[in-house]
């Protein structure tokens, strides 16, 4: 079968790059860890996400009352999957962040705002991330993440990938990107003495994104199995959402 | 379609969830089995530990609000967490499935 052959190799591919020893941990930036000034610049990027995503959200209760419970469900799920530590190959555990789902549905503005409850939720309660850093935390994880996991699955579904492959790439690179992101912020703030931005670029890299690889598959596969789950029961949701016919696919706007 | 290829088509897209469900239990077991002696951290320490390496005189300039007071605190927080997720779906998924039912009983 075409779908689970594609799959086979994205995961060698994965399970060969993991290989690579690597002892880290990975997850949102901590409390206090970024300058004052990055706070201030990633704080300042995120927002305009979150006010057209509440924005977005509002217009789809609006106009399709109904959906209320698929859009629940999309910040639920994102809820389940970033308070499910996993372990990595690198020997660390890292979580996903479950926005990919939410997005690829809505639309990845409408993840921004759910995106920022959940790491609200985890700033406050359990000193996860932090408030200083939600600003830099949610532009990693609500704003590249959702926008490359839409993207992807657009791409993918133009070029005429199956459904599921589309929800698979966008999702698992949705996840991968966002600690990618990480890195990035963290090198920006962080550059080393010695080779600056890419010296810190590459070390922040060893410990947030290769700990993510199998965690981002393990993502794609779980976005996969939650639309299949949808798509077997509630069919009028999708539909409104323009997810049926096959090969149709365009959103609400 | 027929009865016979609507039955076959449910059951071999069942047959690839199982698969898929197979995959990632294997994908977060691997591991423990491939990295045998690591510690499995949860915590941000490592990244912690890089800030300080590259820069030795940065102090975190702000400190959480709440810290759960134990291990266990922390992971009762988790679980709720993801409790409360699964249930907002598991609700959801209920609602989806009781109204196909109900209005494929009504077809019939």
Redesign the interface.
Known sequence: MDLSKRVQLFLCISVLVLLIPLKADAMHIMEGFLPPMWCLVWGLLTLPFVVIGLKSIKRIIAENPRLKILLAMAGAFAFVLSALKLPSVTGSCSHPTGVGFGAILFGPTVMSVLGLIVLLFQSLLLAHGGLTTLGANTFSMAVVGPLVAYGVFVLVRKMRGSQSMAIFLGAALGDLLTYMTTSVQLALAFPAEIGGFAASMAKFMGIFAVTQIPLAVSEGILTVLIFNAIAAYGKDELKLLKFFPEGGMNHVK | MSNKAVDAAEKN?KM??L???L??IA??V???F??K????????????E??TE??PD?V?????????PSGEI?SL???S??A??????GY??G???G??AKRDGEGK
């Not at chain 2, 975190?60 to 759960?68: G, I």
């Not at chain 2, 409360?84 to 779906?89: P, T």
């Open positions: 897209s690839i969830n698969l898929l469900i995959l990632v994908l977060v691997v591991p423990l491939i990295a002696d690591a510690e499995f951290g949860g915590a941000d320490g490592e990244a912690e890089a800030i590259i820069n940065y975190p300039w702000f400190s959480s609000l709440y810290e759960p922390e927080l988790f679980s967490q993801a409360l997720g699964a249930g907002i779906i959801g998924l609602y989806f499935r109204r196909k």
